[in-house]
């Protein structure tokens, strides 16, 4: 095959290249052009092409998201910020936690079962990057509406590889989330987030250092899998005359995942590396530009080298390829022996790939023939920045001036029929069908999964230390009000944290939006940063890494902006949590946080077909407050179970609560139908012995938040005021929505 | 007392294993696919997972291991062995044990809380419970539904081989409720269900899987 | 170059779940041609040349050790030019 080298490139500046179909805009080309001082060889082009798309270099989004740099508050948690491959926090007793989420939303609609399947594996390789034996996966997916055809396949599909994937990972899936609206028609969002653990000296960086440190593939052979999907996926919408550029599908395999983590962590645990990088997205281009940008001197890479499973594969393709399972590390020369020796152990394929230079350049042969030759912080980090153009789009002040008009439930019978019908709506119905699917007890650390309120894994079997993480997301909220959406999503993880007792410590976030070159979504997105730096700067979290997924919408229709916000704490002693739920009876349940008209994006609202409205005001100070009560309540034994109110209000906390243990309860509201339906933030139900009610009422004061009585727990009905609601038909109504749509 | 824990390429709950062996009082020795004695061990558990990917049948590729060949000879002289789920599954593919263990009925992943009757006290994995004992114990799986022909479920009846059984409604398919078998020796029991999840009610839905651990400790003890 | 083909099939009595729901979907989709559906699977070995007697034995043997599990599958090995 013909070869496009650089001496060949200098020799023919006048070649025709096709910069367009890859992706570039032409002033793109041009400074390609200019860094190099002559046209690209072909390589040099696949590889900046893909570097410079939205999805590896953040173009649109990097101008905003440096204020989660900028406003980043004060935290000594923080070991390892933004911009490597996960940010890592102290979680104390020497250990340190990295989390991320990321998001592989167009694969999964093209394959769902395989899209959702290598987002896990994808998101798992970057924990275990980071030095860290990864301990649980989460997802926080959406969907088109629950009866369309077209969300059963998806939806069936993205389920099964994440099972299929994750589970053979001996990951325990620890939670998540399930919505439907019809913007994600045709646009579903995957989001899967995985939390790993190390200890403090075991941290890795993706840098190459070090003149003569070997550069060394290992795992799955390459193969032609989602060549040019990163930067096509990104830069195309799913319009119609979009399809001719869908990308080749990457196809997983968990098995040897499951081995690259075990070959890595033996690898990482005799300190045999120093530097180390997933391939992901952009395959060997990103990885090998991120490492030689990382480090301080160049790096050569011999490509003739890496091991094809297709041996048809031109050098380009090799470059771009986005093979699954493949890391790639910087290894001493007198570490090497050891180094194949364990993955001779695993029986994982290892290859020299290349070597540290002491020069500053990225340099790629093929058989000897110089095929890339470039200043690898160009490609991985100076690629281009668009301050793109945002405006408030003209629907926000007609939506915001809507009067909501839902009938709120009075009578008996209204009441009655409320609840089950939020009990049965499928954003809000009992999602066990599918998490029942997930293994959730691999590794025997878990303490709460799905349906608790956040996920938690035992760190230490000894300590009993303990992480907490939970995703959120109301888009219905982020598109009244992107700016509010990003806080209220904010509180609301951290609140499911602390329900349980776990401090809240650290944010990350996926951004899924619709396209950037659209001024209103850029806006929804602009607000959105906005809202989610300056709600961490006041709650005092930092923002550790996550996701920007731009290009989410079908022609002009956009999906609802849907900022998913993932908030990790830290729990000292699990056995100590406060669970989400009581067993038995005679205990008192009383409100945390007042309850106002809140319906505006309210699930209510979602299901009588209104959108407007005005969105609650983010009070994070009383969030604040809020958690301390519930943290205190945990250490000083005051709560036998603590459950938030998000999605459904109190009809859906009761309706959790009650189901969980078979335990019924009785409460008495002042205000029934907005009581029950109104979804007012910074609230929770717990329950307490009638001992420690002025325990309760102290620590209450103490941090100003607002109690109520509701009632008792005990019986075998959920009765609200008259409304009696025996639990075996709460619980048909609850969990019988998702086997009847998918079943 | 030593129980071995082995672990093939793919194996998940090795560490689990592990654990379990030590809260049931014994030691725990890992074992390595690859290795060709059992370090002395008195017993060995063959842990959940997919072993080798479980790509060509379950169990199939992991039979033919190095450690297999030893378990498989000692095991038809007496060594305890007890397989869980990808073990149960492994057993059977050696013929260490009859039938085979094939896609659940609705052909999903199973994850949850199973209650099973434990029906056969013999074992040397069960002499901890009583007879009819019913306990609770995690059950995840994608093919862990017990199938064999007629002849050798009814020889299992009739010879007590049936040594747990589901509870209820059928989770995955099993001919009579099958969640695990011994041989007629009583010495190698396949279990479906996971036993060492269930150690601590902490972390698992009850400590009720640790009889399975101490079971073993009375055995060798004898 | 030429082919051995080996085909498993779960025997007749063993449940094959997969196979009925392929069965219960042909019908949702407009086919009502199909009585039963059974699933396998299909093993393609390459061998260099003409395939031998001998290959085919150790083709056979392999089926009955690895490819199938005879307690609950048939195997049929032949060759495909």
């Known amino acids: ?743 | 007392m030593k129980v071995g824990v082995v672990t093939f390429p793919g194996t998940l709950d090795d560490r689990d294993a592990t654990r379990a062996v030590i809260a049931g009082g014994a030691q725990a020795v890992g074992l390595w696919h690859g290795d060709v004695d059992l370090k002395g061990v008195d017993a060995v558990i063959l842990p959940g997972g997919f072993s080798y990917g479980d790509y060509l049948r379950c169990g199939a590729i992991a039979r033919f291991a190095p450690v297999m060949e030893v378990i498989i000879q000692q095991g038809k002289r007496g060594l305890p062995v007890l397989g869980i789920c990808n073990g149960f599954q492994v057993l059977c593919e050696s013929h260490l044990l009859p039938g085979a263990l094939t896609r659940n009925a609705d052909l999903h992943f199973l994850c949850r809380d199973q209650k099973i009757s434990i029906e056969n006290i013999e074992t040397s994995w069960t002499s901890s419970f009583t007879r009819g004992e019913e306990i609770v114990i995690p059950l995840k799986n994608g093919e862990g539904s017990f199938q064999c022909d007629d002849a050798t479920l009814q020889a299992l009846e009739s010879e007590g081989r049936v040594i747990a059984r589901y509870v209820g409604e059928n989770p995955n398919g099993s001919r009579n409720l099958i969640a695990g078998i011994t041989n007629t020796r009583g010495n190698i029991v396949g279990l479906m269900p996971h036993p060492e999840h269930a150690i601590d009610p902490l972390t698992g839905p009850s400590a009720q899987g640790l009889g399975f651990f101490t079971s073993i400790l009375n055995a060798l003890v004898k | 170059m030429a082919k051995i083909v080996v085909d498993v099939m779960l025997k007749s009595e063993i449940l094959d779940p997969q196979g009925s729901a392929v069965a219960a979907a042909l019908p949702r989709l407009g086919f009502s041609f199909a009585k039963s559906v059974r699933q396998g699977k299909r093993f393609e070995i390459e061998v260099e040349g003409e395939v031998t007697p001998a290959q085919l034995a150790e083709a056979e043997k392999a089926a009955e050790l690895l490819l199938s599990n005879p307690v609950i599958e048939n195997f049929v090995v032949r060759v495909e030019k």
């Open chain 1, 1 to 743: 095959m013909s070869v496009d080298t650089v001496l060949n490139a200098q020799r023919t500046p006048d070649v025709i290249q096709p910069f367009a179909e890859l992706g570039l805009k032409p002033d793109e080309y041009a400074r390609i052009k200019e860094i190099l001082g002559r046209r690209p060889t072909s390589s040099e082009l696949a590889m900046y092409s893909v570097m410079w798309s939205e999805h590896c270099s953040y173009k649109s989004s990097k101008v905003h998201l440096k204020q989660f740099e900028g406003k980043a508050p004060k935290s000594a948690a923080l070991l390892v910020g933004i911009g490597e491959n996960a940010g890592v926090v102290d979680i104390g007793q020497g250990y340190a936690v990295t989390f991320k989420i990321e998001s592989h939303n167009h694969p999964s609609f093209v394959e769902p079962y395989q899209g959702a399947a290598t987002g896990v594996g994808g998101i798992v390789r970057d924990i275990l990057t980071m030095g860290a034996r990864p301990i649980a996966v989460m997802d926080s997916l959406r969907f088109g509406p629950a009866d369309a055809l077209d969300t059963r396949r998806v939806l069936l599909g993205v389920i099964a590889g994440i099972g299929g994937y994750g589970n053979c990972l001996g990951l325990p899936n620890i939670g998540g989330e399930i919505v439907f609206d019809e913007t994600y028609a045709g646009n579903p969002l995957v989001n899967a987030l995985c939390v790993g653990v190390m200890k403090h000296s075991d941290i890795k960086l993706a840098k190459a250092v070090g003149a003569g440190n070997l550069v060394v593939l290992y795992g799955a052979k390459t193969g032609g899998d989602g060549i040019g999907g990163v930067s096509v996926l990104a830069s195309e919408t799913f319009g119609a005359n979009g399809s001719a550029k869908r990308p080749s599908v990457q196809v997983g395999d968990p098995f040897l995942e499951k081995v690259l983590i075990e070959c890595s962590l033996e690898i990482f645990a005799e300190d045999l590396v120093v530097g180390i990088q997933d391939l992901g997205g952009a395959g060997l281009s990103c990885a090998t530009s991120e490492l030689a940008s990382g480090g301080s001197g160049g790096m050569k890479i011999a490509l003739n080298t890496v091991p094809l499973r297709d041996s048809s594969l031109s050098p380009e393709e090799i470059l771009m390829s986005e093979s699954q399972e493949r890391m790639c590390a910087i290894v001493r020369p007198e570490n090497i022996a050891r180094f194949l020796e364990i993955c001779k152990k695993w029986d994982v394929t290892v290859t020299l790939i290349g070597e540290v230079t002491d020069g500053d350049r990225l340099e790629i042969t093929w058989n000897d023939q110089i095929i890339v030759d470039v200043p690898p912080r160009t490609v991985a980090h100076e690629g281009p920045v668009y301050n793109r153009p945002f405006s408030q789009p003209e629907y926000i002040n007609g939506v915001n001036a809507e009067k909501i008009s839902v009938p709120i439930p009075n009578s008996a019978v209204e009441v009655r029929a409320a609840v089950l019908k939020l009990a049965t709506t499928p954003n809000l119905a009992d999602k066990s069908w599918v998490t029942s699917q997930y293994d959730r007890y691999v590794q025997g650390n878990t303490i709460q999964s799905q349906p608790d309120d956040s996920g938690m894994v035992r760190v230490d079997e000894k300590t009993h230390l303990g992480v907490a993480v939970s995703t959120d997301a109301n888009a219905n909220w982020s598109y009244l009000n992107p700016y509010q959406g990003a806080k209220l999503a904010l509180a609301e993880a951290a609140r499911n944290i602390a329900t349980a007792g776990a401090r809240p410590l650290a944010v990350t976030n996926c951004l899924n939006f619709g396209s950037p070159e659209d001024s209103g979504v850029m806006w929804q997105f602009a607000e959105t940063v906005r809202g989610l730096a300056d709600g961490c700067l006041e709650m005092g979290l930092p923002v550790t890494g996550g996701n920007v997924s731009f290009y989410n919408q079908t022609d002009d229709v956009a999906i609802l902006p849907t900022p998913v916000i993932g908030v990790l704490g830290v729990i000292d002693d699990v056995r100590t949590r406060t669970p989400m739920s009581f067993n038995r009876a005679g205990l008192e349940l009383y409100l945390l946080g007042e309850t106002h008209e809140d319906i505006a994006g309210s699930e209510w609202a979602f299901m009588h077909g209104q959108r407007g409205g005005q969105t609650p005001i983010a009070d994070l100070t009383r969030e604040m407050r809020l958690i301390e009560v519930l943290l205190a309540g945990c250490s000083e034994k005051i709560f036998s179970a603590a459950h938030d109110l998000s999605q459904g209000g109190l009809a859906i906390a009761l309706t959790e609560m009650v189901l969980r243990h078979s335990t019924g309860a009785k409460v008495h509201l002042a205000n029934v139908g907005m009581d029950l339906i109104s979804e007012t933030p910074g609230r929770v139900v717990v329950a307490i012995e009638s001992a420690k009610t002025s325990v309760l009422i102290e620590v209450a004061k103490k941090y100003d938040i607002a109690i109520t009585k509701l009632g008792t727990t005990g019986g075998s009905s959920l009765t609200i005021n008259e409304v009696e609601i025996p639990l075996d038909e709460l619980r048909q109504a609850h969990t019988s929505t998702f086997p009847k749509l998918f079943g």
